[in-house]
């Protein structure tokens, strides 16, 4: 029986559905402008004038069967069912004038008891093979067997909204209806959009079954211990998981369920910018034939990609197939986290680069969900920016932040996990004075903590924050350790950490009804004597 769109009232009779990767490059490099192949063989591509995600035109619409579940406000923005209608006829519209179609059938999740089935309907060769990278594809028997998908994602990205329609506010909406099962993508030609539409449907269905769905990458051990690192993008999720030493199960988004962990995605997408083999030597080998490149410069005559060159953006990126980094753990599903690492760019320069969590100072911190937005993550954003993101991925989280923290305290305590705080950020002083962390002393405190280097080391109670600072760790140098010995001004520091604590506590306060009094309690206290 051949292929067809026609039940959504799309008349478009050629229709590619999981090509494979050298047709799409021939589809790509022919039709698509900006489209090219690297030295090294991936697809170099051009996502247009959005060069990262639009969260103020992401839109959920509301309905009586889901609208309770919803944390409504800045994030989660309700849209109503006739003008999600106006926005669906739109792209229907677009896609039928279109003479080729994309389609990409495949599930999210790789434990077959929680996955979904997905099916993506685009005009561009380019988001086909994203999403084919993104997600994990069906064998030639189960892409026969595949039938109706669980959600269906039509991107016509290539085709602005009406910023005349009610609720838009600007060309550019991304709408999802839980209850059609449906995702509308208007006026944005970024890649991650789609992703990430996916993980905010994961983020809203998994709760439901008493699983806790994280904005993480994890990675597991010899001994079969798993280690779950959560951070927003731009924290090193994604670099510090991909360790020689451990099996890589994922690098972004991930599910804990009562059998143990599964990636819920069947590729990586790595921040390109600065990108070196001597940095991240997985990663730089994993940009091959069959990898994306997104928006990154290169040399015209050679077509080397020179990953220094922010010219288009600094949010340049590479999706590839989980299976292209050599240590992957696939299927990627593995069992119960032994520890969780909290990973946050401090801007402020005052937070240690390690530091162990109680299980309540570890739900206040993922309430919490600090870092700093990098520059290039997000449209309008040139500079590292301090931030506060619930669950570290509040963009993509359709519950109350509490639901999320309920559930990994639970599991925390179930497992005997151990929670960490890692700062990637800044030693030395705040952004503009002090210095980036380096990468070879975090990767030795995360080889610390996984090598259990930390059993009988000494360690100092933080007098504001409360948390346990070790006094040594191998292959990083004691001072740094503790942040105020890495300052000049010792009096700053303190005036700088203060500062910090009272924008922690502004923020909680919006979580604190609803959220037991022992979490409460392990958030930071400011110093008396320092008077702001």
Not at 161 to 168: E, G, L, R, W
Not at 335 to 362: M, R, Y
Not at 397 to 424: G, Q, R
Request: with cysteine; proline share 4%.
């Amino acid at each position: 029986m051949e292929f067809n769109l026609k039940q959504y009232g799309i008349e478009v009779t050629e229709i590619y559905r999981n090509s494979s990767v050298p047709v799409l490059y021939e589809l790509g490099l022919r039709l698509e402008k900006g489209t090219a192949i690297s030295d090294t063989g991936a697809l170099l591509v051009y996502s247009g004038k959005k060069t990262g995600r639009s969260p103020k035109d992401k839109r959920i619409v509301k309905h009586p069967d889901s609208e309770k579940n919803i944390d409504w406000g800045d994030i989660n923005i309700d849209l109503d069912e006739h003008t999600y209608m106006v926005n669906h006829e739109r792209a229907i519209d677009y896609l039928n004038i279109k003479e080729h179609l994309y389609v990409v059938d495949a599930y999210a999740g790789w434990d077959p008891n929680y996955r979904i089935k997905v099916r993506i309907i685009c005009t561009r060769a380019y988001h086909a093979l994203f999403m084919q990278n993104m997600l994990i594809m069906p064998s030639k028997q189960e892409l026969t067997d595949f039938g109706e998908p669980d959600y269906v994602i039509f991107n016509a990205g290539g085709f602005k909204a009406n910023s005349y329609t009610t609720k838009m506010t600007s060309k550019t909406s991304i709408d999802v209806n839980l209850e059609r099962k449906e995702i509308v993508i208007l006026g944005t030609e970024y890649a991650g959009e789609m992703k990430k539409g996916i993980f905010s449907v994961m983020n809203y269905l998994m709760p439901l079954q008493d699983v806790m769905s994280m904005h993480c990458s994890a990675n597991v051990g010899e001994k079969e211990d798993v280690t779950i690192l959560f951070g927003l993008s731009g924290t090193g999720k994604t670099t510090l998981s991909a360790d020689p030493k451990r099996k890589l199960i994922g690098d972004d988004e991930h599910c804990w369920t009562n059998e143990g962990t599964f990636n819920i995605e069947g590729g990586c997408y790595a921040k390109a910018v600065d990108l070196s083999q001597e940095k991240e030597p997985d990663i730089f080998g994993a940009i091959k034939f069959g990898t994306v490149l997104e928006n990154v410069g290169y040399a015209e005559e050679t077509r080397r990609v020179d990953y220094t060159d922010v010219s288009i953006t600094e949010n340049t990126r590479a999706s590839y197939p989980i299976n292209y980094i050599n240590n992957a753990k696939i299927p990627c599903v593995a069992g119960h986290p032994k520890n969780i690492i909290f990973l946050t760019c401090d801007a402020f320069g005052v937070l240690p680069p390690i530091s162990k969590l109680t299980p309540e100072q570890a739900s206040y911190h993922f309430i919490s969900g600090y870092t700093a937005k990098v520059a290039g993550t997000e449209m309008g954003v040139t500079e590292p920016q301090a931030t506060f993101s619930a669950c570290f991925g509040a963009a993509f989280m359709m519950w109350h932040p509490n639901k999320y923290a309920e559930l990994l305290s639970n599991k925390i305590k179930e497992h005997n996990t151990t929670a960490w705080l890692v700062n990637t950020g800044w030693t030395g002083g705040a952004y503009g004075v002090g210095n980036r962390m380096k990468l070879k002393y975090t990767r030795a405190m995360i080889d610390a903590i996984h090598n259990e280097d930390f059993g009988d080391v000494e360690f100092v109670v933080d007098e504001n924050f409360g948390f346990q600072i070790p006094t040594v760790c191998p292959n990083v140098p004691s001072d740094i350790l503790t942040p105020k010995n890495t300052w000049t001004d010792k009096e700053e520091y303190e005036k700088v950490k203060n500062k910090l604590i009272l924008l922690f506590q502004k923020n909680f306060k919006q979580f604190e009804e609803g959220v037991n009094k022992e979490i409460i309690e392990a958030g930071p206290i400011v110093t008396e004597k320092i008077v702001l």
